[in-house]
């Protein structure tokens, strides 16, 4: 935690196989004491939904519906919500964010980790704070900013070179950034199963609170492109910006830009 009394107070904490940080915005200071039962009820969130959502976990109940121990109805009622909003996207998105067609049974994980931020998140939605920025992994579900009537900066780092930025977005809401150049080939095309990209980077803002949505959007811009870019266009609410192989960038006409980089 940061000092009493101090404008920002910042948290991090490792779960879900990263880094998550909390940041708490009040210009009239924050003492600690005021915010730690909401910032520990965001970190238990967190940390229950691993628990829960972990392919890497042995017996968290999706490690267990995957190898075919349990049933959907005998696993926790979020997993089923979980399920539910991927179908949802799947068809949002055509097809090209499918968990169900990873290796292994269906995996979830694109759509978890935002859908986590987003509900340790929501443990500060009535407190008396200018803003809350939750950032899982570079997923980051916010509201307000970092005073009274601004809204959070964030930065989209150049795939071809990370240490930089390639623009400066305004957010409101969510936004979640996909791409392979930070862990390499790990995302699957579900209609040809490989491992590869239509672009290098691609971004999904959203301006309510569903990071989840914007998390799962983002992996299929990625992989599919300008076909995704051109679906998302008819999803009221979300916007998307996507950096070619080749540098090219492409965006819907209300994606927030801040500032651009060359």
């Known amino acids: 935690m940061?000092?009493?009394?101090?404008?920002?107070?910042?948290?991090?904490?490792?779960?879900?196989?990263?880094?998550?940080?909390?940041d708490l915005y009040n210009e009239a200071g924050i003492d600690p004491s005021s915010v730690r039962d909401r910032l520990r009820g965001a970190i238990d969130s967190l940390h229950r939904d691993d628990r829960t959502f972990s392919t890497w976990k042995h017996e968290s109940p999706v490690s267990r519906l995957r190898r075919g121990e349990i049933s959907l109805g005998e696993a926790p009622l979020e997993v089923t919500e979980v399920l539910e909003l991927c179908g949802v996207a799947k068809d949002?998105?055509?097809?090209?964010?499918?968990p169900w067609a990873l290796e292994g049974g269906v995996d979830p994980t694109g759509y978890v980790k935002g859908w986590a931020a987003r509900r340790a998140l929501d443990h500060f939605r009535d407190a008396d704070l200018d803003g809350v920025m939750v950032n899982a992994a570079g997923d980051i579900a916010s509201f307000g900013g970092?005073?009274?009537?601004?809204?959070?900066r964030?930065?989209?780092?150049?795939?071809?070179?990370?240490?930089?930025?390639?623009?400066?977005?305004?957010?409101?809401?969510?936004?979640?950034?996909?791409?392979?150049?930070?862990?390499?080939?790990?995302?699957?095309?579900?209609?040809?199963?490989?491992?590869?990209?239509?672009?290098?980077?691609?971004?999904?803002?959203?301006?309510?609170?569903?990071?989840?949505?914007?998390?799962?959007?983002?992996?299929?811009?990625v992989l599919g492109g300008d076909e995704v870019l051109e679906i998302l266009r008819g999803v009221p609410g979300y916007e998307g910006f996507t950096i070619g192989h080749d540098g090219k960038r492409c965006s819907t006409e209300g994606f927030a830009f801040a500032s651009m980089n060359p």
């Open 146 to 152: 970092p005073v009274r009537g601004a809204r959070f």
């Open 2 to 22: 940061g000092p009493a009394n101090s404008t920002n107070l910042h948290h991090q904490e490792q779960v879900m196989g990263t880094i998550i940080t909390i």
């Open 92 to 98: 949002l998105t055509h097809g090209w964010f499918d």
């Open 154 to 221: 964030i930065g989209i780092v150049q795939p071809s070179s990370p240490t930089e930025l390639a623009c400066v977005v305004e957010s409101d809401g969510s936004i979640a950034t996909s791409g392979a150049y930070e862990r390499g080939d790990h995302l699957f095309n579900p209609f040809t199963g490989e491992r590869a990209t239509r672009v290098a980077s691609a971004s999904v803002s959203g301006s309510g609170s569903d990071l989840g949505l914007c998390d799962a959007l983002a992996t299929a811009l």
